[in-house]
């Protein structure tokens, strides 16, 4: 810990702190918001403008501890989104949100916003479960806007097939009495209905459960919460796919990890390459997943 604070703190706006369970995480601080992240699948947990409520939603049954996916937050999806396309014995949205990232920079910015950034690439453990080589990094700007770019570079001799997603979780008044705009006229699997394939007729609201791929869609979405007075902007780069998500009552109380009502009080809008959005990436060549979130 010492060593990290040493190399990559910040006086005053970035210090690395161990956890109860063991996790290292990021605690960030400046005079425009403030934010924490894991080191453990290079996952933000919290992220609240100044003088604004929190926009991250957590579980409170949420488990920290080493080689446990974390409920919440900003989970990094890849290098494929959802079950293994051929193997569902290989970990739900892959391996990149429960591995072991490091720390690669840190800055002050000149505007007043912090700057880190994060590495992972093919090691033992990724060979378990992908044979092939790589390099991610994960940029984190926590401005009044929090921004994330998620840069993968094939290091490998042959072309690899990629899905990845920010998974956001995020924190709403009543899930109930939101609507999302953004994604209306657009097609989207429905996976609660064996994935059929419906289109989108207005906004989106929320009265059972919502698991939904959205289709050929770069498009902003934002959530209009009237109890919390404010818009959540979710905008994005490098992605023509959207999930929604919220489990609703049975799956909400089918998860351990999840509060059984926290359904009413969450979201998750994942700016994702999944379904037919799936890169194609030749050797040496990069894709960049962006996701800006604002609000308003």
Known sequence: MDQLNNQYGIKDELVFELDEGGLTKVVVTNALAEAEIYLQGGQLTHFKPTNALPVIWMSEQAVLAPGKAIRGGVPICWPWFGPHATDNK??????????????????????GSTRLCLGLQNNDASYAFWPHSFKLVLEIIVDQQLQLALTATNTDNKTVELGAAFHTYFTVGDSSRIHISGLGGRDYLDKPDGYARKQQQGDITIAGELD???????DDCVIHDSLLKRKIIVSKKGSASTIVWNPWIEKAGAMAD???????????????????????????????????IAIA
């Open 90 to 111: 290989l970990p739900q949205h892959g391996f990149a949100r429960t591995a072991d990232w490091s720390v690669i920079f840190s800055a002050s910015l000149s505007n």
């Open 258 to 292: 999840f509060d059984n009502e926290g359904y009413q009080t969450m979201v998750c809008i994942e700016s994702a390459n999944a379904a037919d959005d799936i890169r194609l990436l030749a050797p040496g060549g990069s894709h960049t997943l962006v996701q800006r």
């Open 212 to 218: 939904r791929i959205y289709l050929d869609t770069s």
